[in-house]
């Protein structure tokens, strides 16, 4: 069956940088495309990027923009999200998401916590 396995989440300081990896089975992982998403504490989850089957991507946040890069690896199944210049509003769970057949997938999440 299909699974997302999220890690790489911790506490960082402001300013800090982490990397967190998402591990995808049950699919075919290369010809599709992958989402990370995250949610805030008391707030809906917002996607945050994606990334095409060859590697197109894309963050839609403009205050991550520059600072968040989405990448893959389609020989290990995983996708990944780098973010650096971490602030406090960047605390929140992140989770990772493939759409098959119309159907959305999640991982279980991965929490990220900024503060000093």
């Known amino acids: 069956q299909v699974q997302l396995v999220e890690s790489g989440g911790g506490l960082v300081q402001p300013g800090g940088s982490l990397r967190l990896s998402c591990a995808a089975s049950?699919?075919?992982?290369?010809?599709?495309?992958m989402y990370w998403y995250r949610q805030a504490p008391e707030r809906k989850r917002d996607l945050v990027a994606q990334i095409t089957s060859i590697g197109g991507s894309t963050v839609y946040v403009d205050s991550m923009k520059g600072r968040f890069t989405i990448s893959r690896d389609n020989a290990k199944n995983t996708v990944y999200l780098q973010m650096n210049s971490l602030n406090t509003e960047d605390t929140a769970v992140y989770y990772c998401?493939?759409?098959?057949?119309?159907?959305?997938?999640w991982g279980k999440g991965t929490l990220v916590t900024v503060s000093s």
């Open positions: 998401n493939v759409v098959l057949w119309g159907i959305n997938y």
């Open positions: 049950g699919f075919t992982f290369s010809s599709t495309t």
